[in-house]
């Protein structure tokens, strides 16, 4: 997964991350608006109904935000919590259940391996279940300890049963699904904890954009093959959702060199089994192509008609931002429809490093950000 791993898991970029998105009330007329702030570094979002919303931060707390009528500040309250330094994904399923995912034990306050707190590293790679009731969250199943079963086909690093589970939805039956951005692959993981993959998601061949700074922040000379350069990209599959059509989709961050416009949208069918999303048959097998041309996707949520909401992180691509290129802290939310025909960008220019969305029942979008430092749950009403 190359430095990608970084982004992913949340290290090295704090030190670029000083601005917020900007406040609903600074725009006139606007129908993006802050629900709740004052959160550390939150990302994992997830409707309840509407109005009712779990939010989870980089401590691993997961908390309850309840919007009141008349513009009166929401209610936040904590439910429960995991150990870990970058915030989980979150999903909410049947009975009340809240799924939540810890990626890779990573720190991201530093730069490449460390030593991290012996709970959080038992705690990374793992997905966790959890009730109104229940003191503490309960483990349904080690991702990582599944993905040294499962190795990586089309590994570009030589590490094959490397694992950041980074994505992940709930189904009606029960069973959630997870994307695993080291693993670059869907996984399924049924009520009993078992596990099985989904599809896996082949590398991409890209060009090294222009433009790429030739010092990291600190100065450092960067050994980047020039612009032009061909590369073999892995996809690095950071979000899925299930649609309302009943099929997974599955988005992609782009490895090395994060070339922007080379994020793809998969559409996989329910039943599939090891089916392998393939960009050069894109609409053969289990796992089709649903869309193409989109840069660091982080999140996706299901839109009513078939569409698909798309986050990113960055328009110019999670590398320029962590190499803190100027205006590579803005991101982007789209509405994608008809197999990626139609693409409408949302609160354009409004979200700076935007960590997840989810859609409620009544239309209302829900985006947490900036992913890391303090920052806020907002909502984008349609």
Not at 64 to 87: D, G, I, K, Y
Not at 197 to 213: D, E, N, W, Y
Not at 263 to 290: E, F, L, M
Not at 343 to 372: H, M
Request: aromatic share 6%; hydrophobic share 35%; with cysteine.
């Amino acid at each position: 997964m190359r430095r990608q791993s970084t982004i992913v898991a949340g290290a090295a970029c704090a030190l670029v991350l000083g601005a917020a998105a900007v406040p609903a009330s600074a725009q006139s007329g606007s129908k993006l608006r802050t629900v709740a702030d004052g959160f550390d570094g939150p990302r994992g979002v997830a409707s309840v109904r509407p109005g009712v919303t779990i939010v989870a931060e980089a401590d691993g707390t997961i908390n309850l935000v309840r919007e009141r009528r008349h513009h009166r500040p929401a209610r936040v309250r904590e439910l429960t919590s995991v150990p870990t330094l970058f915030a989980p994904a979150v999903a909410v399923g049947r009975h009340r259940t809240v799924y939540i995912l810890t990626g890779a034990a990573t720190d991201p306050d530093n730069d490449g391996p460390v030593e991290v707190p012996e709970a959080v590293a038992e705690a990374a790679q793992k997905l966790y279940k959890w009730r109104p009731g229940w003191k503490r969250p309960h483990l349904m199943a080690d991702i990582a300890a599944y993905q040294e079963t499962d190795p990586d086909p089309y590994d570009q690093e030589d590490n094959p049963t490397d694992s950041n589970p980074f994505g992940v939805a709930a189904l009606r039956n029960g069973s959630v699904l997870v994307s695993d951005a080291a693993g670059n692959d869907l996984l399924k993981v049924r009520r009993n904890g078992k596990i099985k993959t989904v599809a896996v998601l082949k590398p991409r061949t890209v060009t090294v954009p222009k433009g790429l700074p030739t010092t990291d922040p600190e100065g450092n000379p960067l050994p980047f093959p020039p612009a032009g350069t061909k590369v073999r990209s892995e996809a690095v599959a950071t979000s899925v959702t299930v649609g309302k059509d009943g099929y997974y989709y599955v988005g992609e961050l782009r490895g090395f060199p994060a070339t922007p416009g080379k994020s793809q949208i998969w559409r996989i069918h329910p039943r599939a089994t090891d089916a392998v999303c393939n960009p050069k048959a894109p609409k053969a097998g289990r796992c089709k192509r649903y869309a193409d041309g989109l840069t660091s996707i982080v999140d996706l949520a299901p839109g009513k008609r078939g569409s698909v909401y798309a986050l990113s992180l960055s328009k110019k691509s999670w590398l320029q931002f962590e190499l803190g290129v100027e205006g590579a802290d803005v991101g982007g939310l789209f509405k994608v429809s008809r197999w990626g025909h139609h693409r409408r960008e949302l609160a354009a220019g409004r979200l700076k490093t935007p960590g997840a969305v989810d859609t409620a029942r009544n239309g209302s979008i829900y985006v947490t950000g900036p992913v890391f430092g303090p920052g806020s749950l907002f909502k984008l009403r349609r």
